[in-house]
């Protein structure tokens, strides 16, 4: 048997998601006593390759480094993957339930003819999984009978793995057809020195409470303080107040920070299921019935026009 | 332009489910069952591409038992011209959504397949994507804005780092996400005019294709339960805490 992790990068560096995807795939091989192996797909990719390699219990990095795969399209990146994985004789395909890992996965395995394992929390042994359904309000254990195994892997749900000193190859991989069904037109992405918030220790995030952008200033100067990230809930999204990217919740980004400070939100099921994995939740919110407050360890009910500056000077 | 949309009818987004003492399953028998909210999305998108011209035919799918026709007779009281209903009491799982949409696709052959981004019960955000794979479409996933440029489709999609847009070859599938648009609301008297419409039905076995699940549920839990910790009385005892505890 053997695993093959798809790596989460930006054609330039190995990202956060990537360690944790291979702590799930440790998992498995050590309970099924497989190898892994990393691909890294895209265009212009050596140094992630390069970076790849010294990832220790990695057994090899496949490089596949094609203009066709630069931008990850599925309709490029699907039936490549799927056929490195029958040629390879790979029994699991693993990658992280990121945007990107979800929407190539899917695509590869309807075309290997498998089903796929969608946000995977625990490993019970190499056919079985567990994985939060209905917004993360139960638990479904799962057990597989296909013989390969597609997964995503919910990257809260497992620690970073080291991504250094190891060594190990890299083989190139052949070209990737252009099957000129789609094209990459352009790309806003959100520039920050804030940690991301996929793997941040801290996150501040603010709700429809913030009554505008201009006020998660306030949010963003407790957070640079305390080296945290900047999130939100939908609320405060679908207002404009800030960009998807920062998102909480089960359609948004999962998050399980050690200390997770919600400013302004009620506390709905599906933004409690981004984050109720948190290590200490702290609520402030002028309504003392907000429901955030049954989850959270610290409360404080009080206007967050006064609570959140004087946090700030306190810290 | 046709569009196909599937519409999966899943307990309402508000209740707080309840997991059946045997640990089987979660218990959806007696709940209130709406249609998913990002197929709800879909559907609006659908019927906003018919209302600017773009297309001329709205055909709504929904594959489960004989009690989704409920689901589908909204989404006529909210506008499609025609509803297919997928017979089935099997339990079906993505890929076997996507085998019986790709057979309806060689039926119907849409210029456009709209999708949910994502069920909100089973939160698998796959069916999309392998119905594309299968029928060998383009695919645009989690998409918050659309339009169509002679024969491409160009999609914007909220993705992890910001936004990305990409332009497809039609027919293609699409996936909404939430800020798609904001659907609209059913009105009683459409509700009722739409209870005298026709649903068309057709069976799994009709369509001749295998859904055999390939997963089988072992147990269903609760999760851990996370419970209501202390209240503050201002913001000092909040940073002593958090300090004691070794959180700042
Ligand atoms: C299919 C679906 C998917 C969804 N996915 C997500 C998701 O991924 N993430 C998500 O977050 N939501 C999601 N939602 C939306 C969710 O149901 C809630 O509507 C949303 O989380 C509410 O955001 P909020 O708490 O900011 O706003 P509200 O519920 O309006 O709460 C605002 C809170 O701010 C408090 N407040 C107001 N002013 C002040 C003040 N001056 N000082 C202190 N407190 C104040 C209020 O007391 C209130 O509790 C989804 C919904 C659906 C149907
Ligand atoms: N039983 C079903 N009937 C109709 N459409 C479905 C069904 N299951 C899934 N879909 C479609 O696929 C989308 C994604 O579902 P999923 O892959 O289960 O998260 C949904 O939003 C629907 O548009």
Redesign the pocket.
């Known amino acids: 048997m053997s695993i093959l992790v798809i790596a989460e990068h930006n054609n330039e560096e190995l990202q956060a998601a990537t360690a944790n995807t291979l702590t799930a795939a440790k998992e498995i091989a050590e309970k099924t006593g497989s190898e892994i192996s990393l691909l890294v797909a895209g265009g212009n990719c050596n140094a992630v390759a390069e970076a790849a390699s010294a990832i220790p219990g990695v057994a090899q990095v496949l490089l596949a480094d094609s203009p066709a795969l630069e931008k990850q399209l599925p309709e490029n990146f699907a039936p490549y993957l799927s056929e490195l994985v029958k040629e390879k004789s790979f029994t699991y395909v693993i990658a992280p339930s990121t945007t990107q890992g979800k929407n190539v996965l899917p695509r590869a395995a309807a075309l290997l003819d498998v089903a796929q394992i969608s946000d995977i929390t625990g490993i019970v042994d190499g056919d079985t999984f567990v994985r939060p359904i209905y917004a993360g309000n139960a638990m479904q254990t799962l057990k597989s009978s296909d013989t390969i195994k597609a997964m995503t892997v919910r990257t809260a749900a497992f620690d970073p793995a080291d991504l250094t000193g190891g060594s190990c190859s890299v083989e190139k991989l052949g070209d990737a057809a252009d099957v000129g069904l789609s094209r990459f037109v352009s790309e806003e992405v959100v520039q920050s020195d804030r940690p991301e918030l996929s793997n941040a220790r801290i996150i501040v995030s603010g ?3 913030m ?1 505008s952008g201009d006020n998660f200033e306030m949010l963003e100067k407790v957070a640079d303080k305390l080296g945290a990230a900047v999130g ?5 999204v679908d207002a404009g107040y800030v960009p998807n990217d920062m ?6 980004k999962i998050v399980a920070p050690d200390l997770y400070i919600a ?9 409690l ?2 984050m109720k994995d948190s290590k200490i939740i702290v609520a ?4 003392e019935d ?1 429901p ?1 407050f049954n989850v959270a360890d610290y409360g404080l009910v ?4 006064d ?1 959140v500056p004087e946090l700030d000077s306190q810290l | 332009m046709k569009i196909l949309v599937g519409i999966k009818r899943v307990v309402d ?1 508000n209740i707080k489910v309840r997991i059946k003492a045997d640990n089987s399953a979660v218990d959806v028998e007696k709940l209130k069952m709406v249609v998913n ?2 197929c709800e999305i879909a559907i609006e998108e659908a019927l906003r591409l018919k209302e600017s011209g773009v297309a001329t035919e709205v055909i709504a799918v929904s594959i489960g038992s004989d009690s989704c026709h409920e689901q589908l007779r909204t989404a006529l009281a909210l506008g499609a011209d025609r509803v297919i209903h997928v017979a089935t009491d099997e339990v079906i799982q993505p890929l076997a959504v996507a085998k019986l949409f790709n057979a309806i696709v060689e039926q119907e052959k849409p210029g456009l397949v709209l999708f949910g981004k994502q069920s ?1 019960d089973g939160d698998n955000n796959q069916s999309g994507q392998m119905l594309a794979a299968l029928s060998g479409m383009a695919q645009g996933t989690f998409a918050s804005e659309i339009s169509i440029e002679g024969d491409e489709i160009m999609v914007t999609r909220e993705v992890d780092s910001g936004l990305q847009k990409v332009a497809l070859k039609l027919p293609a599938v699409v996936t909404a996400d ?1 800020r798609l648009n904001e659907p609209r609301y059913v009105s009683l008297p459409n509700l009722m005019k739409a209870k005298r419409k026709p649903i068309e039905s057709i069976s799994v076995a009709e369509l001749g294709i295998d859904i055999t699940p390939r997963l089988s549920t072992v147990t269903v839990l609760n999760p851990p339960e996370r419970s209501a910790g202390e209240k503050v009385a201002n913001v000092a005892e909040l940073v002593e805490k958090l300090k004691s505890e070794g959180a700042l």
Do not use: C, E, M, Y
């Open positions: 709700g429809r409470g009554q939100a809930s939908r609320a405060a998102q909480v919740g089960q359609t948004g400013v302004g939100i009620s506390g709905a099921i599906q933004h299921a981004g402030i919110n002028k309504d907000a955030i009080a206007d967050l026009f609570a | 987004a909210p990002f909100i939430l």
